[in-house]
């Protein structure tokens, strides 16, 4: 019954069911085997510039598509993958796919899309990260200015000595840095300043209800505000409604990305959405 949706469903998964039979069948095992079976797939999720309208970028977001469960999403096995150190080939094929995906791009008109990826902290903290991305860059193609790496702002935080000699190897070699989920964790604001990044990510959870709870409101306009003076871009995150959008706009947020502009999508499903974007 389940055989019939085949490998490329996407069906959504369901946890009830995925969950226990997957660690009856020893997930660990099942998500090394994902990884040589190349049953993970990327999808893609447009990232608009709110001053123009345009796709400016699209953020890589995994997913498993097991043979028989069908779609798992990335909060099912990330935290398994952090925990066994499956991470670091999952994370090394993650930036390798996103890093052809941008050369495919590239070649088909879509130049200046810029592709981010998600690193988890595991990876983060290898003391070779910088040879290794800069190895994935060299056998991809791929240009790191058209690359941002996303890290949360809970694991630069961590240790901010080593953070800043990693975040400066990574910047060295060309890539944009971006602070995922900010508001969640704990930035000291000095910090802000002295690391080398590019872009804070407001996270969803304060643009839920940003346009019915005025606290909420004053968050992420203070987050935009404090942004735009350190010169970094800012993006809000988790957009589902226009007025959310609406109201981003007149805070100055810099991009925006959510539902509303558009779900994360298969590559054939994003350049499709690309191309009609680019006609409207
Ligand atoms: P994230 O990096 O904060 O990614 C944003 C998540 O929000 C994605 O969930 C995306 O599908 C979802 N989202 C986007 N727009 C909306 C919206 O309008 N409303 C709502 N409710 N959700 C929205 P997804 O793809 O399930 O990924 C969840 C998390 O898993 C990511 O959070 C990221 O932390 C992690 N993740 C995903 N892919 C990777 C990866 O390749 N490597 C690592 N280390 N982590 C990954
Ligand atoms: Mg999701
Ligand atoms: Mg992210
Ligand atoms: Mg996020």
Known sequence: RVKEHGRNSVRQFIPEMGVTAISRLNMEGALRRALERHELTLHYQPKI????????????????????????????????????????PLGEWVLAEACRQQVSWKKSGMADLKIAVNMSPRQFRQEDLSERVAAIFTETGADPSNVTLELTESMVMQDVNSTLVA?????????????????????SLSYLRRFPIDELKIDKSFINDIHENPDDAAIASAII???????????????????????????????????YFGRPMDAAGFATRYREHINE
Not at 172 to 177: A, D, K, Q, R, V
């Open 49 to 88: 510039e709110l001053a123009t309208g345009h796709i400016v970028g699209a953020e890589a977001l995994v997913r498993w598509h097991h043979p028989q469960i069908g779609l798992i999403h990335p909060i099912e096995f990330i935290p398994l993958a952090e925990e066994t150190g499956l991470i670091l």
């Open 167 to 187: 975040l400066r190897a990574l910047k060295n070699l060309g890539l944009s840095i971006s602070l995922d989920d900010f508001g969640t964790g704990y930035s």
């Open 225 to 259: 505000a404090m942004a735009l003076s350190l010169s970094l871009s800012v993006v809000a995150e988790g957009v589902e409604k226009k007025e959310q959008a609406e109201l981003l706009r007149k805070m100055g947020c810099s991009q925006v990305q959510g539902y």
